[in-house]
């Protein structure tokens, strides 16, 4: 038990560090996430701080403890912008260079599926 939460909260850390610096910039409309969301993915530029707060909010859901039905739908949106975002990158520029933001993917997979041994584990004691 206490291994899954470690594991849980080692993923669920890195998970939303991740999102969380990913938002930042978005929030910010700096230069680089204009430059990188606009003109390279063609998405508008009212869409770039959007992200950006819902993103963020995601991260509050996943690391507030309870609200179980909450958290389940930040993992959903939070995968659902990593899935857009590789889909958009690959379609854009596709190449293998691509493959290293399948690694976002498995934090969040990782996260989620610990989450869920926890949850297992309450509702079993």
């Not at 291994?3 to 680089?32: E, G, N, R």
């Amino acid at each position: 038990m206490k291994k899954t939460k470690i594991f849980y909260w080692i993923f669920t850390i890195l998970f939303a560090a991740l999102m969380l610096f990913s938002a930042i910039p978005d929030i910010l409309k700096t230069q680089d996430a204009v430059k990188f969301m606009h003109d390279f993915l063609g998405y508008p530029i009212y869409f770039i701080p959007f992200i950006g707060i819902v993103k963020v909010l995601g991260v509050i859901a996943i690391l507030v403890p309870g609200y179980p039905r909450l958290k389940e739908w930040a993992y959903a949106g939070l995968c659902f912008d990593l899935i857009g975002a590789f889909y958009s990158v690959v379609s854009v520029k596709p190449g293998v260079d691509n493959l290293f933001m399948l690694l976002f993917l498995a934090l969040a997979f990782l996260s989620y599926f610990f989450y869920r041994k926890t949850q297992k584990m309450v509702l079993v004691a």
